[in-house]
């Protein structure tokens, strides 16, 4: 189970790894910081936090490298911190698992915004109606295990993933735009623009596979069912 107030920064940069750790201790988190990828998997293996906070550029395997190596089954949301910026970088992080990005140089203030926003999303989806959502004769989702069934196989999801195919799946047959993806899921204090959407829905349809009912609505946004 993981912990509500601990939050792994996995950053090599000292400066950053402190300064972060500073302002993530003052808003009532605690902190464990790891320095390399290899002890950021450790810690975050044997740690259960709530949150990661995980750098793209470490010295010995990159951010995406530790994100390809967390279990497939973990819930934990994962913000990535990175020097690079453009849609290539940004599929890459999503399609591992990442929650949100924040390019390099940023302010603290900003990850603790954003960490605290990501935190109240996942809590809000976890204490929710424990509902079973089922699309067509194939599709199951469980809101109160968060599990979501293919023909009676289950498909692991991140937290991102899973929270915007319930609210697509809670609104089936209705055209919604990106904008409202973004602001329903992600929430109306998310930073960012309209392809996080893009990128998302790919990975959900790559995932679930062609036989789920989501469909593009051009120059508007998608429809499910």
């Given amino acids: ?6 939050i792994v920064v996995v950053e090599h940069d000292p400066n950053i790894a402190d300064l972060l750790e500073t302002y993530l201790r003052s808003a009532g988190f605690r902190v464990i910081l790891a320095y390399t990828g290899e002890q950021g998997l450790s810690i975050i293996n ?6 990661v906070v995980l750098a793209t550029d470490l010295p010995d395997i990159d951010g995406f490298d530790v994100c390809r190596r967390l ?3 973990r819930v934990t949301p994962v913000l990535f911190l990175t020097s690079r910026d453009g849609e290539v970088d940004r599929t890459i992080g999503v399609e591992l698992g990442a929650d949100d990005y924040v390019t390099k140089p940023f302010s603290p203030r900003e990850i603790v915004a954003r960490v605290k926003a990501m935190l109240r999303r996942g809590h809000a989806s976890a204490t929710g109606n424990a509902d079973i959502i089922t699309i067509g004769d194939d599709f199951r989702i469980d809101l109160a295990d968060r599990e979501v069934q293919v023909k009676g196989q289950a498909i692991p999801l991140t937290t991102r993933e899973f929270d915007l195919l319930v609210h697509l799946a809670s609104n089936q047959g ?12 992600w929430g109306g204090d998310w ?4 392809g996080t959407a893009d990128v998302h829905i790919r990975q959900l349809r790559s995932k679930l596979g062609e036989e ?3 469909a593009p609505v051009w120059g508007f946004g998608y429809r499910l069912g």
């Fill in 212 to 214: 789920l009912p989501l």
């Fill in 1 to 6: 189970m993981a912990d509500a107030q601990t």
């Fill in 71 to 73: 279990p497939a089954s």
């Fill in 46 to 51: 044997q740690s259960a936090p709530a949150l």
């Fill in 191 to 194: 930073y960012g623009d309209e």
């Fill in 174 to 185: 209705i055209a919604l735009t990106r904008r409202a993806l973004l602001d329903s899921v």
